[in-house]
């Protein structure tokens, strides 16, 4: 395993070292230097850095050598140049590697890494020398028989520890253990002695050549008067520099001349035996000392007594205080614990309640229980300190995660339940970490319960992580797109943070689109804008308007086909009249209808990404190569190679074969928005919406073009469309006096190609309005025993279909039958459904819920839902330019595609047919957010913000020089 490693599991791995000192980070993040630099600098090791050039020499991808493009310290990985993988879309992505399975070939030097070899070079040097110091002393320790005579006439600290028995001539004479040095010591400095204690010098200051003199045996008369036997042991500390003057110098043969060396020698025995005869010395414990010196027979009856001693000692001393301490409980229990009773009140405030019967727990007044004082995370202050009182159970249960121990199987976007026992749950902050019982699968609670919570976390976190400086927002926009930002856009930061724009660096969808582009020549792209906004035989050339900016914005124009069709080009010439002062010169081309054009092959695309991530341009016969195959669809064609499109069988094939729709054999609800849109991973959703259902246009060629609408198969850049923007409720109840508990949908017959026997019955808006014709009987899930704050059991109902359905659908067309070609068509179409006049924006603000779906494309009522007091629900395959600046289940409630989750969610928010089970509150909290939202993330500032910021990647795209890619750059 890697050096620094503590598990092969990433997370446990990260987890261990997450809130480690910088000490353990530079360890983890050294790498060994090859043989040539250790011997240039002398040190073995050291911190990688960016730029150093390195050499794999274990795991995947050993013998690879490259530039380092990055460190990253949090994830104690580091990134070669060259060292990536290509995922199944074609995208190329960097790999991690550990820093312990490279060796450092070259390294950068700047002025603080020189600093730091200088040091590691000294440091080494001088750990070498104390090697040598250690072999010198083992050579010592090999003559242990021989003692040093030597006499002080400096010395710092003397210690007195008892030591072995020394008395002279006595029968326990012991030689001292062979990594001791053995010496005399004068009689002025045996403070204590006897032949049954022993003096240690603490520290002494020991030349390498001085006062070494010859062998010779103890002189102080209080050790007994016996030759030899007042010897004294060096103590275990280290050894420094001592005689400044010596008025006898000797030279040792173990240690050179003149050299000062600290070194440690090990303790000997504590306990020792009496010896010889003279006067029994008083060891320095005192009368511990006394109370354990040992001799003869009396050894083991002595070691009982003194554990005796202690044993009684710390009895007396822990039994004191206990005692203490549990009077101090006591008062601290009447307390509360913090100064104030359990009701938050002073001393004077409880004296009626403890004098009235509350005693010393006072915890009743009268016989009524006082309820206590609740704190952060649910338990009260009694409870957060002793948990495991009787009283406590059931705050404890209220505050326990419900979903502890639980996971839920998450795939392409959604989330599908009921969620099983997780294998090995993750720890949970402040609470011990315990596994699902069958009782906790079996009774868990709702899920959406469980998507509301992590979608607030979600958005509460990427609110708190936007950059506040410009030097933040620098560093995020090339840590997520691998890239200086475009020229400007220090006057972007600057305009968004006047503007008190939010969500500062979250357009990775707009990036998505803006990338490809930057694989193609700007010289290129320029010519193919003049045709989308010149030839008139080009395809597309009369679906479109162009916007001249000119002067810095001092002069905007507008030219093209349908610049006088509808609004929409003058809603873009004042969209962009405030930001055109910011911008360079350049032509705009937009197109005024409501979907999507341009498209490119899966591979294309890949291609295109590889080349932008590097900062180079394909050559034009690869940017043009259409590279389509027709033994694909359309669509299948347009998806990456590896998608689960590519495998379904042919948009005929299954209409011949009547496999139109599936019902999902597990329930799910969505967790991710975008990635269900997606239907390159969802063709299960092909047919039943009328912009997709049929093969797909063929793949083409990039062409630079603006749109309303895009889709996560098309490649044209997406605006922010201005289309009833401007509409709002005029009178909008509060949620308690709305009138109808139901969910609400009036609209026309857009959106699907009614002339097609398929999209008349299968698409998106007709399969809407037939739900209140379902048949037969539904067994759905909801959550009828939910506390408060604590979520109960999920269980289920029956009931039948259309009964329920009316009682929480009204969804009906509005006026006639349209796209539906001739009129005896749309007779037929409109015997299917109910159908309504019109129906006011007051009427439809009486319901609680309202219900969003696509039409052709972009959906221009939401903003107006949005900022109503009813909680939205949306189902659409549409991304818009705000889909990274919201966030599902806080702000709307997000539905698939083929309603399945309609009926479902419904049962949570709005109980079963008798109103049991409901979730008003949650419904209302949502609809409060989503309004919330749409007025502080949704104003006409915050388009301008997201158009300026999508005008600066277009003008680098297409004023930068061939031979100068990054000339635009920051």
């Not at 599991?9 to 530079?26: E, G, N």
């Not at 923007?725 to 190609?753: L, S």
Request: aromatic share 10%; glycine share 8%; net charge positive.
């Amino acid at each position: 395993m890697a050096a620094g490693v503590v598990s092969i599991s990433s997370r446990k791995a990260h987890k261990a070292h997450f809130a480690a000192p910088s000490s353990v980070r530079r360890v983890i993040m050294s790498a060994p230097l090859s043989k040539e630099l250790r011997a240039e600098h002398g040190t073995r090791s050291i911190p990688i850095r960016k730029d150093d050039e390195v050499k794999i020499v274990r795991g995947t991808y050993k013998g690879r050598e490259g530039r380092v493009t990055t460190c990253q310290r949090k994830n104690f990985r580091i990134f070669v140049e060259g060292v990536s993988r290509d995922k199944g879309n074609g995208a190329t992505v960097p790999i991690g590697v550990n820093a312990s399975n490279v060796v450092i070939t070259k390294l950068k030097l700047d002025k603080d890494r020189k600093n730091i070899l200088s040091r590691k070079s000294t440091a080494q040097k001088s750990k070498s020398e104390d090697v040598e110091m250690k072999a010198r002393v083992r050579e010592m320790r090999s003559h242990a028989k021989r003692r040093f005579c030597s006499g002080f006439e400096h010395y710092d600290e003397v210690k007195m520890v008892p030591a072995a028995e020394t008395g002279g001539g006595g029968a326990h004479a012991a030689t001292p253990p062979v990594d001791q040095f053995r010496v005399s010591i004068p009689p002025q400095l045996a403070l204590a002695s006897s032949s049954a204690s022993a003096a240690y010098v603490a520290s002494l200051d020991w030349p390498a050549a001085a006062n070494m003199g010859p062998l010779r045996g103890g002189t102080s008369e209080r050790d007994g008067g016996g030759g030899g036997g007042g010897g004294y042991y060096a103590s275990p500390t280290l050894f420094k520099s001592w005689s400044r003057s010596s008025s006898s110098q000797h030279s040792s043969p173990l240690l050179p001349a003149n050299q000062y060396r600290r070194i440690s020698i090990r303790t000997p025995r504590i306990l020792s035996s009496g010896g010889g005869g003279g006067e029994r010395g008083r060891a320095p414990l005192g009368w511990v000392g006394d109370f354990v010196r040992l001799g003869g027979a009396r050894s083991k009856r002595s070691v009982a007594y003194f554990a005796a001693a202690v044993v009684l000692f710390f009895y007396f001393v822990t039994g004191a205080r206990i005692w203490r301490e549990d009077k101090s409980m006591r008062s601290f229990m009447r307390a509360g614990g913090f100064g104030l009773d359990y009701m938050g009140r002073t001393e004077d405030e409880t004296t009626g309640v403890q004098h009235g019967g509350g005693g010393e727990d006072a915890s009743t007044n009268g016989g009524e229980r006082l309820p206590p004082v609740p704190v952060d995370g649910g338990l009260s202050k009694l409870c957060a300190l002793f948990p495991w009182r009787k009283d406590c159970a059931e705050q404890l249960r209220q505050t326990r995660d419900p979903f502890q121990g639980l996971v839920y199987k998450e795939d392409r976007g959604h989330l599908f339940y009921p969620a099983v026992a997780a294998p090995d749950p993750p720890p949970s902050f402040g609470q011990p970490v315990r596994r699902a019982t069958a009782a906790d699968v079996e009774h868990q609670p709702h899920p959406i319960h469980y998507l509301i919570r992590e979608g607030k976390q979600a958005w509460k976190a990427k609110v708190a992580r936007q950059s506040k400086t410009l030097k933040e927002a620098v560093a995020e926009y090339e840590r997520r797109y691998w890239r200086r930002p475009p020229k400007g856009f220090d006057h972007w930061f600057e305009f968004a943070k006047e503007n008190e724009f939010v969500m500062i660096d979250e357009f990775d969808a707009m990036m998505d689109k803006v990338l490809p582009f930057l694989a193609v020549k700007p010289s290129t792209l320029a010519q193919r804008h003049e045709m989308i906004q010149f030839d008139k035989d080009f395809w597309i050339q009369d679906k479109t308007f162009t916007l001249e900016l000119k002067g810095h914005g001092e002069v905007t124009e507008l030219h093209g086909p349908m610049k006088n069709t509808n609004g929409r080009a003058q809603q873009m010439l004042d969209l962009t009249r405030k930001i055109g002062k910011f911008l360079p010169d350049m032509n705009i081309t937009f197109t005024g209808h409501d979907v999507p054009w341009v498209t490119m092959s899966g591979e294309t695309r890949a291609k295109h990404l590889v080349a932008a991530r590097e900062g180079q341009v394909l050559p034009d016969d690869v940017s043009g190569d259409y590279n389509d195959d027709w033994k694909y669809d359309g669509w299948a064609r347009i998806c990456p190679p590896d998608s689960p499109m590519r495998k379904v069988a042919s948009f005929d094939k299954r209409m011949a074969s009547k496999q139109i729709y599936k019902p999902p054999k597990q329930r799910s609800f969505i967790r991710d928005h975008p990635k269900s849109m997606d239907l390159c991973y969802h063709p299960e959703n092909q047919l039943l919406h009328g912009f997709s259902a049929w093969s797909g246009p063929r793949p083409g060629i990039l062409y630079p073009l603006f749109v309303s609408t895009s889709t996560s198969l098309h490649s044209d850049m997406l605006i922010s469309p201005v289309d009833q923007w401007d509409h709002t409720i005029q009178t909008d109840p509060a949620w308690e006096d709305k009138e109808h508990n139901k969910v609400v949908w009036r609209g026309t017959t857009t959106g699907a190609d009614l002339t097609i026997d398929h999209m008349r019955k299968w698409s998106q808006r007709p399969r809407l309005c037939k739900l209140p014709f379902t048949s037969g009987s539904v067994e759905l899930p909801f959550a009828p025993k939910d506390e408060p704050r604590v979520p109960g059991p999920m269980e289920t109902f029956q009931a039948r279909a259309q009964a329920l359905a009316r009682h929480w659908f009204d969804f009906r067309f509005l006026g006639e039958a349209k796209q539906c070609g001739d009129p005896a068509m749309c007779d037929s179409f409109e015997k299917d459904f109910l159908w309504d006049d019109w129906m006011d924006p007051a009427k439809q603000a009486e319901y609680k819920y309202v219900i969003d779906v696509d039409g052709n494309g972009w959906s221009g009522r939401f903003h107006r839902l949005m900022k109503s007091n009813s909680m939205v629900l949306k189902s659409t395959i549409f991304p818009e330019w705000y889909q990274d600046m919201i966030q599902p289940w806080v702000h709307y409630v997000p539905i698939q595609t083929d309603f399945s989750d309609l009926w479902t969610t419904m049962a949570f928010f709005a109980g079963d047919n008798l109103g049991q089970g409901a979730h008003d509150d949650l419904a209302k909290e949502i609809a409060m957010a989503g309004k919330d939202w749409a007025e502080k993330h949704w104003r006409w500032v915050d388009m301008e913000v997201y158009m300026y910021r999508l005008l600066l990647e277009y003008a680098r795209m297409i004023h930068r020089p061939d031979n100068g890619l990054q000339a635009m750059d920051m």
